[in-house]
């Protein structure tokens, strides 16, 4: 549903494979042993060859399958078919090398989870029981119901599970011990064929069919609109919803002069913004950070010179937004959807129906240790500034203020951001780290830091200055109940030993986007 609406080699490579497949079909199943048959068999698989890296693989796969099923017969024809696929690819092997030693393209992509069969599967059947058990219900009826025995058609039941699972193998253990090139928009060539082996029963009357058939629609097309929310997630482009929300601010609080009122940055093309933001709202103009983007010191000096009382902002970098709190303390509205997430900010209190609070548990301590003492630890000297008490770490001291808990006493769900801040004064780059570590039964589930230099400004030596670290938890757990048992220990990490003042340790949870892998994850 989904990849036949998108400009993307998906949909056009499954024709292509069918295509091929049912070419190959008929040359070795039904025994048409005609040339043009074989023809078709060639421009389909060299079609699958150029569309995209996976359904030259199906091709692949296919055509070695091939080789098991030759007779004497088909020995010539079928071996001068493979010879004239691989002279027609022959103009694209030096971009099929070069894409495959650069260091480019996906470097992106994370490796796979060992899960990632599992999860596989179940990103097929739509993430839900009832699809699970439906589909479970429907082939075994069909196998039941079918006169043929179980053995019938077993050895093309072998090729579909073959077909299915050795691109999906193929792909997962490239990932791992290669680089991350699998995703599950690449197995799309090979789906059907799980189908195939699923439902490859044969002499049910028509009528059992189309009710088995209605069945199965049925079931998904109800978890997929209702469950799924597919058509309330997908028609969202990020851009234009952009466009859309940042119009509609405009037009609630009636303002005219938007370049004197409002600020507007996002993370995105500018070319995407641009299109869509000068449809909605020709007079706006807007700071691009996707081919310029600005260190946490330049965003910082760049919103302490903006004297505009609103700021809207879209899929800017997740540390950057507490920053932007500084400056802009109150939130007016927020949207969120598949892969964006949009705010308005004001530097004035507002109220605005539907708005939502920006956390949900927030802890800020002043180093003195009284409220929640017993999740605190390592801080030995304090001193007295300001009538504030601050924690001093000196050039003997490596581990700072360390904070530890169990994740489910802070956060209510997966989906929940975390912001890390911890104000610092140094008279040098400070080179110490704010750590993040998530574990589960003595097992590091996953670890980051940020270092301080990232938000050093040498113009404000030997001033308070603040450094945050910010992580979405639905990166590191894909399913609610993953969150029993974990716990989380935040920390300073004087990794050079220097001398330096800290202050204001927050530990902010706010709502996070369930939607932002939707169309592609469990939600």
């Known amino acids: 549903v989904m990849y ?15 295509l091929m497949v049912w070419f190959w079909t008929r040359y070795f199943v039904e025994k048409e042993r005609k040339t043009g048959v074989l023809i078709g068999w060639v421009l389909a698989a060299v079609a699958c060859c ?104 077993h050895k093309l039941r072998l090729v579909a599970l073959f077909w299915f699972l050795t691109p999906l193998l193929v792909g997962f253990f490239y990932s791992i011990y ?26 049910i009357s028509l009528k059992i069919k189309v009710l088995l058939i209605i069945s199965a629609l049925s079931i998904n097309i109800w978890t997929l609109i209702e469950k799924r929310e597919h058509y309330t997630i997908f028609y969202k482009q990020p851009c234009k919803e952009f466009a859309i929300f940042t119009k509609g601010f405009l037009e609630n609080y009636r303002i005219e002069d938007i370049d004197k009122e409002v600020d507007i940055i996002h993370g995105e093309n500018i070319k995407y913004i641009a299109h869509y933001l000068s449809k909605a709202v020709p007079t706006a103009t807007f700071t691009s950070l996707f081919k310029n983007p600005l260190s946490s010191i330049e965003f910082r000096k760049r919103l302490e010179k903006e004297n505009k009382p609103y700021l809207i902002v879209g899929n800017i970098p997740l540390a950057y937004l507490p920053i932007v709190r500084e400056y802009y303390p109150f939130v007016i509205n927020e949207e969120r959807g598949f892969t ?32 929640i003492s017993s999740k ?29 808990t169990k994740l489910v006493d802070i956060v209510k769900n997966r989906h929940n951001f975390i912001n890390i801040g911890l104000g610092f004064k140094s008279e040098k780059l400070p080179k110490g780290e704010i750590v993040c570590e998530i ?58 030993k220097e001398y330096i003042l800290l202050d204001d340790f927050s530990i902010e949870v706010r709502r996070g986007n369930p939607y932002v892998y939707a169309l592609m994850e469990r939600f």
């Open 4 to 18: 036949s609406q998108i400009a993307r080699p998906y949909i056009s490579g499954l024709f292509f494979s069918l």
């Open 50 to 153: 150029y569309n995209h890296h996976f359904s030259l693989l199906f091709a692949f796969i296919v055509g070695f399958t091939g080789l098991f099923f030759l007779t004497k017969e088909t020995i010539k024809p079928y071996f001068t078919s493979l010879i004239a696929i691989l002279l027609w690819y022959i103009p694209h092997v030096e971009i099929f090398f070069y894409q495959f030693t650069s260091n480019r393209g996906l470097s992106w992509l994370a490796p796979p989870k060992n899960s990632f069969l599992i999860d596989h599967i179940q990103y097929i059947f739509h993430y839900h029981p009832l699809v699970y058990i439906g589909t479970f219900i429907l082939a075994l009826c069909g196998f039941a119901l079918s006169k043929d025995s179980f053995k019938s058609g």
């Open 178 to 203: 290669v680089k991350p090139v699998i995703q599950h928009s690449m197995l799309i060539f090979s789906f059907p064929f799980l189908l195939l082996l699923l439902f490859s029963f044969k002499d």
């Open 340 to 371: 964006y997430e949009h705010y308005i900010f004001s530097k004035k209190e507002h109220y605005m129906e539907n708005a939502t609070l920006f956390s949900y548990w927030h802890f800020k301590d002043k180093m003195n240790c009284k409220e």
């Open 376 to 404: 605190w630890s390592k801080i030995k000297e304090r001193t007295k500034e300001k009538d504030e008490f601050i924690c001093i770490v000196d050039s003997k001291t490596e581990w700072g203020p360390t904070f530890e």
């Open 439 to 496: 574990s589960k039964n003595e097992k590091v589930l996953d670890w980051r830091s940020v270092s301080l230099s990232s938000f050093y400004d040498a113009q404000k030596q030997n001033q308070w200055q603040k450094a945050y670290l910010s992580l979405r938890l639905i990166d590191i757990f894909k399913q609610e109940n993953a969150l029993k048992d974990a716990q989380i220990k935040i920390f300073y990490w004087n990794k050079h």
